[in-house]
């Protein structure tokens, strides 16, 4: 079983930039996503890393987020820049092995301000 722990969040303004990290339990290699949790809102998927490199973007983050895997294949990353009030959010992410066996962090809470 992956374990994960997000962590990186927190109070930013709005304009400012974060970067959350996801360290897992153990290298990963299947489909990486981050998702996150506003007030009132649905799950939105936020960024999707494949394993063959392709990454995706939500419509309401793109060209101003950035998915990532650090050197140690343990480490998934999300920088996210201009950050808007939108943005506050739990985020979360998930580690996709096959249909049916997703594994979650916890969640990390991110507030922008305006």
């Known amino acids: 079983q992956v374990q994960l722990v997000e962590s990186g969040g927190g109070l930013v303004h709005t304009g400012g930039s974060l970067t959350l990290s996801c360290e897992a339990s153990?290298?990963?290699?299947?489909?990486l996503t981050w998702e996150r949790h506003g007030p009132g809102q649905g799950r939105e998927r936020v960024a999707t890393?494949?394993?063959?490199?392709?990454?995706n973007y939500g419509d309401s983050v793109k060209a101003r987020s950035t998915i990532s895997v650090g050197a140690d294949k343990k480490t998934l990353y999300l920088q996210m820049n201009k950050l808007e009030p939108g943005g506050t959010a739990v985020y979360y992410c998930?580690?996709?092995?096959?249909?049916?066996?997703?594994?979650w962090g916890k969640g990390i809470q991110v507030t922008v301000a305006s």
């Open positions: 890393r494949r394993p063959g490199g392709t990454k």
């Open positions: 153990e290298e990963i290699f299947p489909t």
């Open positions: 998930k580690v996709h092995v096959f249909p049916g066996l997703d594994y």
